[in-house]
Every structure is written in C-alpha cells, then in structure tokens.
C-alpha cells in the first residue's frame, strides 16, 4: 500500500517517513519556497548506491516501525532546533523497495546564516545514519544481507556529543 | 496474547516478521523471553545479543524488563538508515 506523497512542505518542521518515491528535485523547490527569507538553506539527497562492498546493487529495502521511527527523528529534529537557530526543517525518508538512483533520504535545514544550516543538516544526517529505527536489505549479483551502520558512521555521529555550537 | 515483532535480520530466522501468541507463564522478563525464543527457533544465542535492542509497546527498554502477556514486544536488531 502506497502512502500519501510527503509534499508540500510548508510547515517549519516536516518529518516524513513514506513508501512513496521522494522527488528530490522538487522537495528542494518547496522547501525553498517555504524558507525563501531565511539566508541560508541546506540540503542533503542521499540516493541508493549502484555497487556495494558486495558488488553491484539490483534493490535496497528500508524497514522501519512506526510510531517509533517518526518519534525518534521527532526528537532529532527538536535537538536540532534547540541547537542551532533554525527557520524550517525538512526530512524525508524512504521505505520499502529501492533500485539504485532512487532517493532513500532528503534532509533540508534553513536559517538566517549558512553556518547553523549546515551543521543542522550534518548533524541529522549523522543521527538518520546511525539511531533511527530503520533496518536495511541490500541485494546485490552475490545475493541478500542486512547492513548495519559501518564503524565511521558511529564516529560521525560521536562527534555531536560535546561540542558546543554557538 | 502478546504481539512478538520480529526487525531486519531476525526476520531471517524466524521465517516471519510477527506472531500474536500466549507466552507461557513462566516467562517473566526480556531475559526470558529471549532464552525461550532462541530454544524455539534454535537460534544459537542470536536472541541473547546485547546489540539486539527490545521495545515493549513502543517504548525501548532497559533490561531486565517484566513482560505481560498482551504487551507489543519488538526485537530491534541495529539500526540505521540515510
């Protein structure tokens, strides 16, 4: 069962979680729109690889369970907000079955000043990589495995835990 | 009856990704829970990992953690996505 498109994204705060196809083209578009007076706007498109470690890729399934996948990327999206001065926030994700080129994750961030922006945006991206409730199935030409985040992943995301940003 | 949900590779080794089932009563806690789970799927410890995370009706626990017989009690192995 499809669920209904994420878009528009007109609120200060959209978290999406959807088996629908993200247009990642046209997210950034609205969201622009939406945030057009802030200064800064920052996006991030993460797509499905075409080759792995494991060779090349023919489908990414995403698995998440809600309600607690979207409580917890409502909670990563508040810190943000606590931390850095932020006018709108948008995150999309992925569920279900992928090909390569498919895009799995949008994350936008705006503010008055490119700086908070960007780090708003790593700083999601690294909780979405390593802490949301979202399991991955790679298939590839030698066959099926689920991936778990990688030992850098971690590393990225350890480095929020004690820096200041003001 | 408990709703037992079944994430990412566990899936794998219990050939379904949830069953609705009356626990026997013996069965107190998680710890249990996950010693009578790896017996019947013959799973040889892959329920006793401590990367395996439990959430009970939506709530991630710490465990031990005592368990009723109409609780949602999901195994999380780890996470990620991006």
Redesign the interface.
Known sequence: MKSPSCLPLEAAKVICVSESPIDAGAALSQFQKAAATSGGIVSFT?NVRGTSAQGSVTTLH????S??TE?GIERAAQTARDRWPLDHITIL?RTGDMRPGDT??FVAAASAHRRAAFEAADFL?DY??????????ETTSEGAA????RAE?YQDNARWANTETT | MASLLYFGKLVELTHSPQETIDLPPTLGTTHDLRKWLDNRFETEGAFLESTIRIAINNQVVTEPQAIGQTDEIAFMPPVGGG
């Open positions: 993460g995403l698995q998440s369970y309600p607690l409580q994700h799995i994750v991206m979405l990589k390593t802490e949301a409730v979202f399991w991955k199935k689920w991936i778990e985040p992943d």
